[in-house]
């Protein structure tokens, strides 16, 4: 079953197509790594897909359901839709326990105002900051962190959201082994407990070990699709993307 | 004594103005350079409906605040599409209407001569008219500001409030349409400083439209920076030390004839050590 469609996508910058008609699928449950060289689109697919960017034309459906020809960043919580980014956007002046109880709390004006976080909150902050090893940094400011404990922390804020699609883009740039193992048994977790994962990464290697399914794009535009050996042997690809 | 009880209300009524501030620059990054529009606004509306209608003061204050509530609403949403400077010049744009509507609607505000016999509040047949009275009045509404204050900070609403301040983009991208959350924390400040605005009227007894100009609303910029943004207690210890600091200066023994200009200067030379040394202000935990 397809968790998330993009269909005829369109994204236009002053005239330069960044997305140019792309259709595709994810399906539930698995692992879908997107690659491409830079400025091929990957990024900015993302943020069209979490209404970062406004859609110049075309529709993604979610779920199966309804088609969403604009997707505004505020609906995405409620589309099951989450994400990390590039370049790493944690709330650097807040405490690394913030930074996961507000993805948990109340969206609502009102509700959020009587609300402190509670028992449940709590533990639900320390069953995730525990997952991506940072419950012992829980008091400290997030930008006190390493960069890769930033990368952590934001992960852990994308588990928080219980989306059912989680888009991670460049997930293991500037992590060290430790923290690739750590990041790479969460994408697995996440896949055995049925999220879609969309993956962007430049890294082969960490392709070809987790993802059911690749996407090459290139210019904007899909090059290539299919199980990564196959995809990543395929001669377009390796000539676009690798450059030999 | 009675002096001491001067400046005592005077900080009481800056720091509920200090306090509301700080609940839009420190705590949601939005630095607005119309806080003395929307306490004009508080200050105006109870001394015109006290003075010209023979309104009580609390009936009046409750109405000053549901019109600086109005106004704040209306202009949160014009502004909601603006950020950084861009922000900040569009609040000393609305400082500058407000201000030009205090000194020319004549018929309305009094123009330049202002508004005078503006009553002390009364309740129960209890008259706030003495300085202690008055001074206890004044330092509980200071009380009640911070404890709304508090509340607010404390609550989900606030943790929301500081990552909008951190980045607007990625707070929403979590879900939180934060047009709504901005809104709110403009109207709930602007309902305060309009409090804030109804007790200085009322005990100066006397407005006009120079309290309520832009450089009003950078000396309470002035206050929250050197106190600390993003914290309660920084912006009363700012308070406290910006009102109180004039009148030490005054034991300085400068010339009469330039102290003020001296003092101005002792001003901008304390926000820029701040600047260069400690940019969080004294207790503050957010920095610029």
Redesign the interface.
Known sequence: MDALQVKNLVKEFGGVRAVDGLSLSFEKGMITGVVGPNGSGKTTLTNLLTGMHPITSGTVVVGGENEHGEIRSYDVFHLGITRTFQNVRVFEQMSVMDNILVALTSRSVFASLFEKHSAFHANRAKEILERVGLWNKRHENAKNLSYGQRKLLEIGRALATKAGIVLFDEPYAGLFPEMVKLVSSIMKELRAEGKTIILIEHDMAIIRELCDHVIVMDAGKLLAEGKPEKVLADGKVIEAYLGA | MEYLLHLAILFSIFGIFALSLDLIAGYTGLFSLAQAAFYGIGAYTTALLMADAGVNFFVALVLGITLAAVVAFVIGFVFSGLRGDYYILGTVGFNFIIFTVFLNWQSLTGGPLGVAGIARPELFGFSFSSSGSFFLLSLATLAVAYGVSWF?V????G??L??I???E??????????L??KL?IFVISAGMAACGGALLASYLSFIDPNTFGITSSIFLLSIIVLGGL?SLRGPVLGALVLILLPEALRFVGFPDDIAAELRQVLYGLLLVFLMLYRPQGFLG???L
């Not at chain 2, 404390?154 to 609403?157: A, K, P």
Request: charge should be positive.
């Open positions: 607010i404390r609550s989900s609403f943790r929301v500081r990552a301040r951190e980045d983009e990625a707070i929403a991208a979590f879900g939180y349409h934060t709504y959350f709110a993003g935990e957010f920095k």
